[in-house]
């Protein structure tokens, strides 16, 4: 089971809010004097991903993007002691692990986020040690399936055996990619409109059926 974090597993930015943390990453790079290195649609980002990816674009594998990196590792961090649990994660992501699944976490947030949030819910074991994330490769974000292929290389996992837990287009793609079976989350009607645009086939508003079908015998993959 790979599941992405932001979304299936928490809100992340439930309470420190990633429009925030955008401006002020924007607001970093202006008093760098590297303004100009952001489009007017970059630098209006609600998103600090997208902030990040323009800057490794443009400058990859720099100590800039090393510290962009950092500095938004370190804002997810405090992000992650608001972060909101999504609905039914906590008892599926157990359920799972108890009936002899095992699982990993492809995110394209920093894996020290995962872990930390993680450990706050008791459910690190469940994962540990196989926790993929973002690094200073920032070409290895999703929908590269990179974290993908090394959560199933280390769990020895063939793909078309594994399932992704994903709610972005991103996420879809990635599986694609790496030849994994695709099931959607989608927490509202637009996220939900958007999975399927992308050619999301199967799509869930909440985990809980998911639970309620793993609890019945009916759904160990």
Not at 79 to 85: E, V, Y
Not at 114 to 120: H, M, P, V
Request: aromatic letters at 6%; proline letters at 6%.
């Amino acid at each position: 089971m790979l599941w992405d974090f932001d979304g299936p597993i928490c809100r992340l930015f439930a309470g420190h809010k990633a429009e925030r943390v955008a401006a002020e990453l924007v607001e970093w790079l202006e008093l760098q004097g590297l303004r100009g290195l952001l489009t007017d649609p970059e630098r209006e980002t609600l998103d600090p991903q997208v902030v990040l990816r323009a800057v490794g674009r443009r400058h990859p594998g720099s100590d800039l993007v090393a510290e962009l990196e950092e500095r938004l590792t370190q804002e997810e961090l405090r992000a992650a002691a608001s972060a909101l649990p999504t609905a039914y994660a906590d008892p599926l992501i157990r359920t799972w692990t108890a009936v002899g699944a095992r699982l990993a976490v492809t995110t394209n947030n920093s894996p020290r986020v995962a872990r930390t949030y993680l450990e706050t819910r008791g459910l690190t074991g469940c994962f540990a040690p196989h926790l993929y994330g973002r690094t200073q490769q920032l070409h290895h974000l999703k929908p590269d399936p990179h974290c993908l292929n090394r959560a199933l290389s280390a769990m020895g996992a063939a793909p078309a055996a594994a399932l992704m837990i994903g709610d972005s287009a991103s996420d879809l793609d990635a599986a694609r990619e790496a030849g994994v079976p695709f099931l959607g989350y989608a927490r509202n009607a637009f996220k939900e409109k958007r999975l399927r645009a992308a050619g999301a086939q199967d799509v869930v508003r909440s985990l809980e059926p998911l639970l309620r079908l793993l609890r019945s015998g009916r759904f160990v993959r």
